[in-house]
């Protein structure tokens, strides 16, 4: 028993030395400036909200945290350079939603966001709003589908991109109801909006913080979000799946770290994130984007990304969609 006991404290005694340098890490990070890599342009919700998180976490842990843009091959250059750089906590990465997707739609690239990024925390998830143009006739999900089945070939859908979030989106309700929209991809989702507005395209799936200005202004019509409940940006839109039981699809951006990072410094990114997210003023700047801060765990953020990306592999498949 003696032995036992004496061993029981020896492998105790040893975890807890092991454990020393990563705690003394973690409470002397940051010691130098950290760099936020954001593989698409500024501007963006995603931009945004790193920008705002990063002025806070500056203030609170006294080094700089400074976005660097990175965008280009549809997220994957900046992506890539993230999983590539050291797993030390001074190298973060704003994700987003096109990170879940293009692990299916880019399987051969040499990388996989979901395994060689660590999550650290999500910081805003909302749903994307149904817009059409004020010349479409249709004032309703049913409507519209009518109309969509009625003109076969002649529905054009904008998106930010091939395998933005706003794709995947429109794709999903393509094989949930039958119609048949031809894909217009766009660098990015202002620019298909611009041409939205114009009556170049016919529907766009957007965020809400990009397109809400327009629904106000009448210069688009909102038909849904992608929510299953409806969003208090847009009280009177209702969502899909009032129509399309099951129908769900949400746009998200959060902080990953370079897979190995050591986990006391996760845990306290983790809360530095949480706390910024949760400050009145970064709150209220979040809910002019029409998606408020979104708090959890890192865990919370793995299994969302998790999710995502076995829901949208299954669409990709489905759509027999290829990033080529």
């Known amino acids: ?64 945290f400074v976005v660097e843009n990175r965008p280009g091959g549809a997220t994957n250059i900046g992506t890539e350079a993230a999983v590539r750089s050291p797993p030390d906590g001074y190298t973060l990465f704003m994700a987003n939603t096109s990170n879940a997707v293009n692990e299916s739609l ?47 070939g002649k529905v054009n859908m904008g998106s930010g991109g091939k395998g933005a979030t706003g794709h995947v989106a429109g794709e999903l309700f393509q094989l949930m109801t039958g119609a048949k929209f031809q894909h217009v991809p766009y660098r990015g989702e202002a620019p298909a ?7 170049q395209v016919q529907i766009v799936f957007a965020t809400v913080g990009s397109s809400l200005q327009y629904v106000i202004g009448g210069k688009l019509r909102a038909l849904a979000v992608t929510t299953t409940a409806r969003w208090p940006a847009m009280p009177d839109v209702p969502p899909i799946a009032e129509f399309l039981p099951g129908y769900e699809a949400s746009s998200w951006s959060g902080f990953c770290a370079p897979k190995g990072t050591p986990a006391a410094i996760v845990e306290k990114l983790n809360a530095e994130i949480n706390a910024a997210a949760a400050d009145p003023e970064i709150k209220a700047r979040f809910s002019d984007l029409g998606t408020p801060p979104f708090l959890g765990s890192a865990a919370e953020f793995g299994g969302i990304i998790a999710a995502d990306v076995a829901k949208w592999g299954k669409v990709i498949a489905a759509a027999n969609l290829t990033g080529d």
């Not at 909006?193 to 009556?199: E, R």
Request: aromatic share 6%; proline share 9%.
């Open 1 to 64: 028993m003696t032995t036992r006991r004496c061993f029981l404290h020896l492998a105790t005694a040893a975890a807890a030395f092991q454990a020393l340098p990563n705690l003394a890490r973690a409470q002397a990070y940051p010691a130098k400036p950290v760099r936020i890599i954001v593989a698409v342009s500024a501007g963006g919700a995603t931009d945004i909200a790193a920008r705002l998180i990063a002025q806070r976490l500056t203030t609170k842990l006294g080094q700089p």
């Open 106 to 152: 880019y399987p051969n690239i040499g990388f996989k966001f979901s395994a060689d990024l660590t999550p650290v925390a999500i910081a805003i998830r909302g749903p994307l709003a149904v817009l059409v143009h004020p010349s479409v006739p249709a004032k309703t999900i049913p409507e519209f589908i009518v109309y969509a089945k009625a003109n076969p």
């Open 193 to 199: 909006l611009t041409d939205l507005i114009a009556g």
